[in-house]
T-cell receptor, first 114, second 111 residues
Framework: DSGVTQTPKHLITATGQRVTLRCSPR?????VYWYQQSLDQGLQFLIQ???????AKGNILERFSAQQFPDLHSELNLSSLELGDSALYFC?????????????FGPGTRLTVL | ELKVEQNPLFLSMQEGKNYTIYCNYS?????LYWYRQDPGKSLESLFV?????AVKQEGRLMASLDTKARLSTLHITAAVHDLSATYFC???????????FGAGTRLTVKP
């Protein structure tokens, strides 16, 4: 158990809908990262937040957004969902801002878009 | 273009044998990571390599980084069944804070 929690574990929804995935980092970690894993595109880095501020941005679509709250939990919002958004979404946390730190991954949320 | 290439993508080994997984990347970086993923599970961090010539070892796994050659290796010594998993390398491209993953190497260790 990494200490990173993600809810929900599974999510099934329809095209065009909007969903929110939630992540709670390990106690004391200030950075949260979001990743997408799909058969088509493999593992992709989406976005990083550090202490409430966006720190780095990867391959995140405009339909996706994220935020980190004062209690350091983070939410990833996915809107206007398409079939191709079906994937495993992982969050990870680390102690500090930069990626020199080891990241600890949550169990993931499996999103299925029908 | 930012690219990370892993090879081989599939690796079937006998227990007790040695093998190396390679990770090449396309442009400047001094931060490279290796992760392990078991089927249906999340990722587990194995190594963080932060400088040219960095070498780290944990049990039967050893990782190294050559930033001049833009190459990292993950060496497996005397493989055991418990090492069966998918191994990913990931590179942090310094100039834009983007992180890119390799496609993964699915390792199967047979008795």
């Amino acid at each position: 158990d990494s200490g990173v929690t993600q809810t929900p574990k599974h999510l099934i929804t329809a095209t065009g809908q909007r969903v929110t995935l939630r992540c709670s980092p390990r106690s004391g970690d200030l950075s949260v990262y979001w990743y997408q894993q799909s058969l088509d595109q493999g593992l992709q880095f989406l976005i990083q937040y550090y202490n409430g501020e966006e720190r780095a941005k990867g391959n995140i679509l405009e339909r996706f957004s994220a935020q980190q709250f004062p209690d350091l939990h983070s939410e990833l919002n996915l809107s206007s969902l398409e079939l191709g958004d079906s994937a495993l979404y992982f969050c990870a946390s680390s102690a500090l801002a930069d990626s020199y730190n080891e990241q600890f991954f949550g169990p993931g949320t499996r999103l299925t878009v029908l | 273009e930012l690219k990370v290439e892993q090879n081989p993508l599939f690796l079937s080994m006998q227990e007790g044998k040695n093998y190396t997984i390679y990770c090449n990347y396309s442009t400047t970086s001094d931060r490279l990571y290796w992760y392990r993923q078991d089927p249906g599970k999340s990722l587990e961090s194995l190594f963080v390599l932060l400088s040219n010539g960095a070498v780290k070892q944990e049990g039967r796994l050893m990782a190294s980084l050559d930033t001049k050659a833009r190459l990292s290796t993950l060496h497996i010594t005397a493989a055991v069944h418990d090492l069966s998993a998918t191994y990913f390398c990931a590179v942090d491209f310094t100039f834009n804070n983007d992180m890119r993953f390799g496609a993964g190497t699915r390792l199967t260790v047979k008795p």
